[in-house]
T-cell receptor, first 113, second 113 residues
Framework: DTAVSQTPKYLVTQMGNDKSIKCEQN?????MYWYKQDSKKFLKIMFSYNNKELIINETVPNRFSPKSPDKAHLNLHINSLELGDSAVYFC????????????FGQGTRLTVV | AQSVAQPEDQVNVAEGNPLTVKCTYS??????LFWYVQYPNRGLQFLLKYITGDNLVKGSYGFEAEFNKSQTSFHLKKPSALVSDSALYFC???????????FGKGTTLSVSS
């Protein structure tokens, strides 16, 4: 019973391609996030959705487009992939009003070659 | 803006000895503070949080953290370290809107036998 699951776990692709990462949570949370962890292990928020509404959109290239079809899903689509997009992408969820901790998925290691 | 600082890139401790991983924060208003642990090639696991109440917070795997408002610190502690505690530890603070966690750069804990 995985709380936050994201697929795929590994993604290797060529520059210029378009790819998607999917995320689903079964915790009943109202807020979902995408974080990027770079090669130095820094974690940075990319997007935050609350009840399917985009709340945070950090300085991220517009090649990255999140989509939340419902409260339990938050997908990340990336166009025209670049070498610098190589990183680990984490999906997470939490309940914004209850001050709860965020639960993280296992991550998707994206390698652009 | 909310932020956390983890002044040590790495902490080395012998098994059985007490450990401390340091974190200081900068927030406007009351801080919501968290500690997470990341094992190699894994997602982030929640350890403990401070929202309000007792300054000493107990969490998973025998970890605890002490909230010190005057020193704006939230150090992670464990009385007796295990080799299996070796991992990357992140301190985080919730942003003012409650829509994201802002992470420190992480501290690698290495416990030797």
């Amino acid at each position: 019973d995985t709380a936050v699951s994201q697929t795929p776990k590994y993604l290797v692709t060529q520059m210029g391609n378009d790819k998607s990462i999917k995320c689903e949570q079964n915790l009943g949370h109202d807020t979902m996030y995408w974080y990027k962890q770079d090669s130095k292990k820094f974690l940075k928020i990319m997007f935050s959705y609350n009840n399917k509404e985009l709340i945070i959109n950090e300085t991220v290239p517009n090649r990255f487009s999140p989509k939340s079809p419902d409260k339990a899903h938050l997908n990340l689509h990336i166009n025209s992939l670049e070498l610098g997009d190589s990183a680990v992408y984490f999906c997470a969820s939490s309940h914004a009003q209850k001050s709860t901790e965020a639960f993280f998925g296992q991550g998707t290691r994206l390698t652009v070659v | 803006a909310q932020s956390v600082a983890q002044p040590e890139d790495q902490v080395n401790v012998a098994e059985g000895n007490p450990l401390t991983v340091k974190c200081t924060y900068s927030v406007s208003g009351n801080p919501y503070l968290f500690w997470y642990v990341q094992y190699p090639n894994r997602g982030l696991q929640f350890l403990l949080k401070y929202i309000t109440g007792d300054n000493l917070v107990k969490g998973s795997y025998g970890f605890e953290a002490e909230f010190n408002k005057s020193q704006t610190s939230f150090h992670l502690k464990k009385p007796s370290a295990l080799v299996s505690d070796s991992a990357l530890y992140f301190c985080a603070v919730r942003n003012q809107a409650g829509t994201a966690l802002i992470f420190g750069k992480g501290t690698t804990l290495s416990v030797s036998s």
